[in-house]
């Protein structure tokens, strides 16, 4: 049986940022939080990528929401930035970015304190499980490829 390998990246973004949260239409105070996403890449194309395209692109991205109060910034001046819902708007966002590089987004961790995160998995999404069907059905033509280049020189 052969063996179908996939290799992924991970990248770990930081965003230092105050927002206030909206509770029964009450603001609450702002605070400042330092934001962890941890984002998983996995690599789909044959060509290749640099890992640091992705990290750049995605730096760049956050780049936007660095030292600010999320309130005032989009969407979330008419969005409540709580860690679910930047992390929804974000997954979305980062998705389009990878996809251009040629990878796939396979999953976002997200959290504010380091004894909870917020998972969003791409895993068994029609779109992602094709992908990785199409890169299984390449990896083993490729091994093919290379016995028969093997057997005929």
């Given at each position: 049986m052969a063996r179908t390998t996939f290799r992924e990246y991970k990248f770990k973004f930081y965003l230092n940022a105050n927002h206030f949260i909206v509770i029964n239409g009450k603001e609450g105070e702002i605070h400042p939080h330092t934001w962890e996403f941890m984002v998983d890449v996995l690599m789909s194309d044959q060509k290749f990528v640099q890992f640091d395209a992705y990290e750049k692109a995605i730096d760049?991205?956050?780049n936007k929401y660095q030292n600010r109060i999320l309130n005032e910034v989009e969407?979330?001046?008419h969005m409540v930035p709580t860690l679910e819902n930047m992390?929804?708007?974000f997954a979305d966002e980062i998705r389009g970015i990878v996809k251009e590089l040629g990878g796939h987004l396979v999953k976002m961790e997200s959290s504010e304190t380091p004894t909870r995160s917020y998972?969003?998995?791409f895993e068994r999404e029609q779109e992602y499980?094709?992908?990785i069907r199409k890169s299984s059905k390449q990896q083993m033509s490729d091994v093919i490829d290379g016995i028969l280049d093997r057997i005929i020189d």
């Open positions: 760049e991205y956050f969407p979330f001046d992390s929804d708007y998972v969003i998995s499980l094709e992908s």
